[in-house]
């Protein structure tokens, strides 16, 4: 399931990627085009991050990436989506919601590492 989830993923950043290049170009200020990029960008980071991770117990049975997934999953769609929400003009105020986003996605990696702590030790 987490492989077919980072998968999805994958594919909705090129698509939003790509509807950011060509669909916004001529509608959007340079300000919602940055905010549109630096979404796109994050989103394909931690969609890579996220295949990464549903690779990670089919080679190391006993490691757990369960909670570091899920954790960068809503970091996911809290910082992607508010920052895509404002780049097609919606309220600003969901700006609020970014910083959640990416400590939400903070968070997630830090488990990943608190897990590869655990197996070491």
């Known amino acids: 399931m987490w492989i077919s989830i980072s998968a999805i993923n994958l594919a909705l950043a090129v698509i939003l990627g790509a509807f950011g290049?060509?669909?916004l170009k001529t509608r959007a200020t340079e300000a919602q085009l940055t905010w549109?990029?630096?979404a796109t960008d994050y989103f394909f980071y931690h969609a890579i991050g996220?295949?990464?991770l549903a690779?990670?117990?089919?080679?190391i049975p006993n490691f757990?990436?369960?909670f570091s997934f899920i954790f960068i999953q809503f970091g996911i769609i809290l910082f992607c989506g508010s920052l895509y929400l404002m780049a097609l003009g919606l309220p600003r105020g969901l700006g609020a919601i970014t910083p959640l986003g990416g400590a939400l996605m903070i968070i997630g990696w830090l488990l990943l590492?608190?897990?590869a702590f655990k197996i070491q030790h």
């Open 21 to 23: 290049a060509h669909g």
């Open 36 to 38: 549109w990029q630096t």
């Open 50 to 52: 996220l295949l990464i």
């Open 55 to 59: 690779l990670i117990p089919k080679i």
């Open 64 to 66: 757990s990436t369960q």
């Open 113 to 115: 590492a608190w897990q």
